[in-house]
């Protein structure tokens, strides 16, 4: 069975799609999943942010085929790990938990390269280009650790 790891956000447009095909691109395929989702239901079945598209672009990585969808309360379930992207994602995600194993699989992504710092990936959706620049460095930090935790432990 392959280990299933979900990345999740706001919107699912521009940090989870980036972090979903940053990790993916990190794991063997035959025996890790990386999917993500938002807490919000605005962009369901759209395409990645132009922004995002574009930054993965440049780093070599095509995220174009993702849709967006919604984080639901089977995920809970359906994951392993649930990496979100903010404090305001955890507090979401957590609150539709319904039993301690289902909370204790939701982690905030850059605990990963600041244990117990509890730092937020910035929303870049309002912000300037090198927002996304800024975004990816963070993200490809922190799955380059999760990707070697994952794979010592699954393996
Ligand atoms: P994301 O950014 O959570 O990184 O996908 C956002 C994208 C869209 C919206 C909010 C955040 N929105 O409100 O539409």
Known sequence: MPVKILMVCLGNICR?????GILA???P???FIVDSAGTGSWHIGHSPDKRSI???KKNGLCIDQQKGRQFKTSDFDEFDYIYVMDNSNYRDVT???KTP???NKVCLILNE????????VPDPYYGAVDGFDNVYKMLDEAAE???KKLIKKHS
């Open 16 to 20: 989870s799609p980036l972090a979903e």
């Open 25 to 27: 691109s990190k794991l």
């Open 29 to 31: 395929k035959e025996n």
């Open 54 to 56: 574009a930054v993965a």
């Open 95 to 97: 609150h539709l938990a």
């Open 101 to 103: 194993e289902h909370k």
């Open 113 to 120: 390269l600041f244990p117990d710092e509890n730092v937020d």
């Open 145 to 147: 650790i999760i990707s």
